[in-house]
């Protein structure tokens, strides 16, 4: 009777000798190659992406600081929002002058706004403007161009004193408005 | 020594200056949120030639050449013309504001007025509050709230305006009984603040010469006997006290005699503090953002508005102060995406232990 070691090596050496037949090796190895690269691209985008984003969650003081920094944010928020209405409610509740001390025209709101434009150089706040800073531009451009026209006509006027009584008294027949001089 | 009558004193401190003649001035403070001040004076003026009237010593405010002026008429539908001078000028930040008040050359430049500007970034927004400051004239007066209710004390500070709508309005006999209640009070006021400036003044000047009946302290105690004296010579206040008889009647006929001199400086201090020159004028502050504080009023523009009279800071400093905020949509968004990622991190880690 043959020892059982012999049995063993006899059964290995036949099935080496018997290969399977392979049609094409090169196929069966680029499919598995390329099965291979596929499963570990879709683990790197999801899930070890989102394990990477909030790997957090599992360590402790991590997560505690999180939830605690989030709790103070809110806190804070409501602290800060019901200070300012509670400010803006008492504000709301006080008396308006009727004053003879304002002297805002609506003129001179536009005035306002353009020297707040020129001097701050930044575009008026998105409730008070509509239009762009283009004709923004614009509309500077022609009112400065009006004004130096405007000292030009007071000059020519002031320099001639008859030019002036006779304009002012025009002025002053046809309508009793406003005169700039 | 020249010297005046204490109801002469009493009478122009009490007087509500409105002349005609006087031109009527408003200062605007443009805040911006980085500090610059744009300021507008604009003066108003019934009669005369706008270029004579208009001086420098006219006008209330630090004022010089490097301002941008514009005069005009207005003649309203009546006929009624008004000269109206307007002058603008930016200031980089509230330092240029208080330099040009520490060489102030106009008619108020007696008084100490300090600007103040203040930025808080505080995350969610950023607040902004601005201040003028207009120091106290008196070192030993009254605050006038020491006299005044509430009420009283809002319409003591209220603009000429509001006054005279409530006292013609639908309340007119409450509020014409509200009136005569604090010029009553302020009356006393006044005369209390005299008396307690002479008072601080004269033990001054006679520290460390007089006895002990003499200080601060123990003329204070007979502080109101002083004004029941001086109330009840008030007509004749300035022959009796150049005779020496009132004085008698505060200290003693040997103190009277010892201390005339002194008790003549400390009058004359008290009346140089009391007769100091001031033109009134109203402020008015527009502020960047949404208006969140004040102590002005609010005027029909929606602007901030504050008379600025003598009175006010005789005796306590006047603070017009306004705050404001603007809102930092930027940190708003960043808040709101902080909370969400931790909102579902912890939502996932539930999700994952079941």
């Not at chain 1, 291979?36 to 070890?48: A, D, E, F, V």
């Not at chain 1, 004709?135 to 002031?158: A, G, P, T």
């Not at chain 2, 969140?292 to 006047?318: A, C, Q, R």
């Amino acid at each position: 009777m043959k020892p059982e070691s012999e049995k063993f090596f006899e059964v290995l050496k036949l099935l080496r000798k018997s290969k399977p037949l392979l049609a094409s090796t090169e196929d069966i190895e680029s499919g598995v190659i390329k099965r291979i690269t596929k499963t570990n691209y879709n683990g790197l985008s999801s899930s070890q992406i989102i394990d990477f984003l909030f790997g957090w969650v599992y360590i402790g003081w991590v997560r505690r600081t999180l939830i605690t920094a989030s709790i103070v944010l809110v806190m804070v928020f409501i602290y800060q929002q019901s200070i300012i209405l509670k400010r803006i409610d008492v504000l709301s509740r006080q008396p308006v002058v009727i004053s003879k001390e304002s002297t805002l025209s609506p003129a001179d709101e536009i005035e306002k706004l353009l020297i707040v434009y020129k001097n701050s150089g930044r575009i008026f706040p998105s409730k008070t403007i509509t239009i762009s800073e283009r004709e923004m531009k614009e509309l500077l451009e022609s009112v400065n161009e009006l004004q130096i026209k405007y000292r030009d006509l007071k000059k020519l006027i002031e320099e001639d004193p008859e030019l002036k009584k006779m304009i002012e008294k025009k002025l002053m027949e046809n309508n009793r408005t406003k005169i700039n001089l | 020594m020249k010297r005046r009558s204490l109801k002469l004193i009493v009478s122009l401190i009490l007087m509500i200056i409105v002349s005609c003649n006087e031109p009527e001035t408003v200062v605007t403070d443009y805040v911006h949120s980085d500090g610059s001040v744009t300021r507008k004076i604009e003066m108003k003026s019934i009669e005369g030639d706008i270029k004579k009237r208009f001086n420098i010593s006219d006008i209330q405010v630090p004022f010089d050449s490097t301002w941008s002026v514009r005069d005009s008429i207005e003649i309203n539908k009546k006929g009624d013309t008004t000269w109206i001078k307007r002058a603008v000028k930016q200031f980089k930040n509230i330092n240029e504001i208080n330099l040009a008040y520490k060489t102030d050359s106009g008619a108020n430049k007696g008084m100490l007025r300090q600007a103040g500007f203040r930025k808080r970034f505080k995350w969610f927004n950023t607040e902004f509050r601005f201040s003028e400051r207009i120091d106290k004239q008196l070192s030993f007066g009254y605050p006038v709230k020491d006299f005044l209710n509430s009420e009283e004390l809002l319409y003591f500070y209220s603009p000429e305006s509001l006054k005279h709508d409530k006292e013609t309005g639908p309340d007119s006999l409450k509020f014409r009984a509200l009136a005569d209640s604090v010029k009553h009070k302020t009356d006393l006021w006044s005369t209390k603040n005299i008396v307690s400036e002479w008072i601080g003044a004269f033990s001054n000047l006679t520290a460390g010469k007089a006895g002990k009946d003499m200080t601060r302290e123990s003329l204070k105690k007979h502080e109101d006997e002083f004004i029941k004296i001086v109330e009840a010579n008030d007509k004749k206040f300035d022959s009796l006290w150049s005779e020496g008889i009132i004085l008698k009647k505060l200290i003693g006929e040997e103190n009277a005699l010892k201390y005339k001199t002194e008790a003549d400086s400390a009058l004359g201090s008290v009346t140089k503090y009391f007769l100091v020159s001031f033109k009134d004028y109203s402020v008015r502050i527009v502020m960047p953002g949404k208006l969140i504080g004040t102590n002005g009023f609010i005027d029909s523009s929606h602007v901030l508005l504050w008379p600025v009279k003598s009175d006010f800071f005789m005796t306590e400093p006047y603070e017009m102060w306004a705050e404001s905020k603007i809102t930092n949509k930027w940190a708003w968004i960043v808040s709101g995406l902080f909370l969400a990622f931790v909102l579902s991190g912890v939502i996932r880690r539930v999700i994952k232990k079941d």
